[in-house]
């Protein structure tokens, strides 16, 4: 789309990407994170986004 000029002109300009040499350093083994959102609707207020973080710990 950026080829062909079809992005919206409201858009922020992007940060040049860092590079990720694919090592993720945990605080402790055998957890794991993550965050889920997803959009409502509202009886006054419209569309609201809600997240969620989830942590896990597993014990084998």
Do not use: Y
């Not at 350093?25 to 794991?32: G, Q, R, S, W």
């Amino acid at each position: 789309m950026r080829e062909n000029q079809l992005l919206s002109p409201h858009r922020g300009i992007q940060a040049p990407q860092e590079p990720h040499d694919g090592t993720i350093i945990t605080d402790a083994p055998n957890v794991m994170w993550c965050s889920d959102g997803t959009k409502l609707l509202t009886l006054e207020d419209s569309w609201v986004w809600v997240f969620s973080p989830d942590f896990r710990i597993f014990d084998p």
